[in-house]
């Protein structure tokens, strides 16, 4: 079975991680302004971790991106891991 949607779909969700890192403290000022859902690039991850049998340097990989997206705040002050 090839992963390469998988990959390629965990180097997007990178990027577009990468940028948000950078601009986490104007996330309110960012063009997309409210259409910032962490929420969603949350659940995009846990997607591709619900895949079968998924090779472990994916795993990681989505893993490695979840941590990251947990540090960033989103729009209501409260890290995308917190309880509401």
Excluded at 36 to 45: E, P, T, V
Aim: net charge negative; with cysteine.
């Amino acid at each position: 079975m090839s992963y390469d949607f998988v990959e390629k779909d965990l180097a997007h969700i990178r990027n577009v991680l990468n940028h948000l890192e950078h601009s986490a403290g104007n996330l309110h000022a960012c063009e997309t302004g409210a259409a910032i859902d962490l929420h969603w690039w949350r659940a995009r991850i846990q997607a591709v971790l619900a895949t079968p049998l998924l090779p472990i340097h994916i795993e990681r990989q989505a893993r490695d991106l979840l941590v990251r997206l947990d540090h960033l705040p989103d729009q209501s002050g409260l890290r995308t891991g917190d309880a509401r």
